[in-house]
């Protein structure tokens, strides 16, 4: 049976290509500092620019594993399995650097889930997540007799096609201090380690929030890349130079998920039409054993000659 990691891992050599592409043309600082504009406390007042200038070096994409080499998993047989046989890794990891006088670094990860209900809460994912990447500064960031010194995580999770019920929504999920017996003083700084944050994006419904708008743009499935490229460019800040506009391009080229939306409306266009052919067929029938005209059968079934055109339209 296989663990965990390996069911994480995808299958579809197509949908990895396109997986893949997705989390380059994300990782790009203009299209990161507009999620962090949006979603983060400490830079909500800073230019999209200023934001950019602070993500330090190159965003890693999918290179850092959610689980070291050292570690191990054990499957239903009992045994260790490593993870060389599936590793799971953080979609997009990068650092920000606030301040010029006090030095303040912010750790991010940025994920990309295309299924929103895979069986567990994002939000507990993005915990473990976070949890993980706080632990793994021991000995680069910190030490064990400086644990103030431990970097502050968020965990941002941009989820597609969710259900219309929570359509376009934001959420985020952080540390606070309750007072069971009030005394001890109330340092922020102290415990603001962790905080997660879900992005739910719905394309076919409006949403006035900036940060939607952009996400929704830019992995729509009705939009052409041009008309990506062109929103991105003048609404939002990003510098469409011909490599990212050919990331766009490239991406949109493999999009499983314009496929899917294909096959979709294929699906409900098919079971369109054997609606309308049975309801034809009832009217038809009606007519013969009751001996009466198209539109009185039409009538007993609260039907109007508007319908049965409609019907006959979808057919063709």
């Not at 203009?30 to 909500?44: F, G, Q, S």
């Not at 570690?71 to 060389?84: F, L, Y």
Request: a negative charge; proline letters at 2%.
């Amino acid at each position: 049976m296989q663990t965990m990691i390996a069911n994480d891992i995808e299958a579809s050599k197509e949908k990895r290509k396109y997986d893949e592409q997705c989390k380059k043309v994300l990782s790009n600082k203009y299209i990161l500092a507009n999620i962090l504009k949006y979603t983060v406390e400490e830079v909500k007042d800073k230019t999209i620019e200023e934001i950019v200038n602070a993500i330090e070096g190159e965003p890693e994409v999918g290179t850092k594993g959610v689980l070291e080499c050292t570690d191990k998993i054990t499957g239903d047989n009992t045994e260790d399995s490593s993870v060389s046989e599936g590793t799971l890794y953080y979609d997009i990891r990068f650092s920000v650097r606030l301040g010029e006088k006090e030095y303040i670094k912010i750790l991010f990860d940025i994920e990309a889930q295309k299924d929103y209900t895979p069986g567990y809460h994002i939000v507990t994912r993005g915990i473990v997540y976070g949890a993980r990447m706080i632990s793994s500064q021991i000995g680069t960031e910190f030490d064990l007799k400086h644990y103030d010194d431990a970097k502050k995580i968020y965990s941002i999770w941009i989820c597609f096609d969710v259900a219309k019920k929570i359509g376009n929504a934001i959420s985020r999920y952080a540390i606070q201090k309750e007072d069971i017996l009030p005394g001890i003083p109330n340092e922020k700084k102290a415990y603001d380690k962790l905080t997660v944050i879900e992005v739910c994006l719905n394309e076919k419904k409006e949403s006035p929030h900036e940060l939607i708008r952009m996400l929704n743009t830019l992995f729509s499935d009705t939009k052409s890349s041009n008309e990506i490229k062109e929103i991105l460019s003048s609404e939002y800040e990003v510098p469409m130079n011909t490599a990212y506009g050919k990331e766009i391009e490239l991406m949109c080229n493999l999009s499983g998920r314009i496929e899917q939306k294909g096959i979709e409306r294929g699906i409900e266009q098919g079971i369109a039409q054997g609606k309308a052919i049975e309801f034809m067929s009832t009217v038809e029938r009606l007519k013969e054993t009751l001996s009466v005209s198209r539109e009185e059968a039409l009538n007993m079934l609260g039907k109007t000659m508007q319908d049965y055109t409609n019907a006959q339209k979808l057919l063709k």
